[in-house]
């Protein structure tokens, strides 16, 4: 199946607690990059990864990690999370050559922490 | 931080009528991408302007590219209700990393 699916749609997590969350890349990409996106305003650039290293990163402190599968699939893992961590969390995946793309974007993860 | 802003931060056309909406940034750039969000959703990739064009068209769409002003425009024309959505635009400014930088967005209304 073709497009980025990402898990879970919707979640709740506690002050503190750990989240992960994954992406399933578009069949054919090679790169995977996350976003963060606060209500009412654009995306902000996380991380890349491309070839299952990080490959570019945007401030956001240490407690936002990630990694990319063999299988060009990924996980946003957060730690200590805050209140102002909730937020629509969007995975993009796109090809790295030498002509620029555009990307594909997954529906997102919309995380709430209480 | 925000390298784009967009203008208007809202819209609200009758169908039938163009919608243009602007874009500033800030940085020089490689390309220039429109992208569209419905309700708080996935971003929809519209179309990719690069660096040394001025004007591209893709259906209802036409972006234009002022790389001496840093500024584009998304016009769309004869919009329909279903072109209701917030449309961003994304710069691509950083070699290698494919980082995109987006805008706040202009939120496109179209009444019937």
């Known amino acids: 199946e073709t497009g980025v699916t990402q898990s879970p749609t919707h979640l709740i997590k506690t002050r503190g607690q750990q989240v992960t969350l994954r992406c399933s890349s578009q069949?054919?990409?090679?790169?995977v990059s996350w976003y963060q996106q606060a209500l009412g305003q654009g995306p902000q650039f996380i991380f890349q990864?491309?070839?299952?290293?990080?490959?570019g990163r945007g401030n956001f402190p240490p407690r936002f990690s990630g990694l990319q599968f063999p299988n060009y699939s990924s996980e946003l893992n957060v730690n200590a999370l805050e209140l102002d961590d909730s937020a629509l969390y969007l995975c993009?995946?796109?090809?790295?050559?030498?002509?620029?793309?555009?990307?594909?974007f997954g529906s997102g993860t919309r995380l709430t922490v209480v | 931080s925000q390298q784009g802003e967009e203008d208007p931060q809202a819209l609200s056309i009758q169908e039938g009528e163009n919608a243009t909406m602007n874009c500033s940034y800030k940085?020089?750039?490689?390309?220039l991408q429109w992208y569209r969000q419905n309700s708080g959703r996935g971003l929809v990739h519209l179309i990719l302007?690069?660096?040394?064009?001025r004007e591209k068209h893709s259906g209802r769409l036409r972006v234009t590219l002022d790389t001496s002003k840093k500024s584009s425009s998304l016009l769309i024309t004869a919009s329909r209700a279903a072109d209701t959505a917030s449309y961003f635009c994304?710069?691509?400014?950083?070699?290698?990393?494919?980082?995109?930088?987006f805008g706040q967005g202009t939120r496109l209304t179209i009444n019937p």
């Open positions: 993009a995946s796109s090809f790295t050559s030498g002509q620029p793309y555009g990307y594909t």
């Open positions: 069949s054919g990409h090679n790169t």
């Open positions: 990864y491309y070839r299952e290293e990080e490959n």
């Open positions: 940085t020089s750039i490689n390309n």
């Open positions: 302007i690069r660096s040394n064009e």
């Open positions: 994304a710069t691509d400014g950083i070699q290698g990393a494919q980082k995109l930088v």
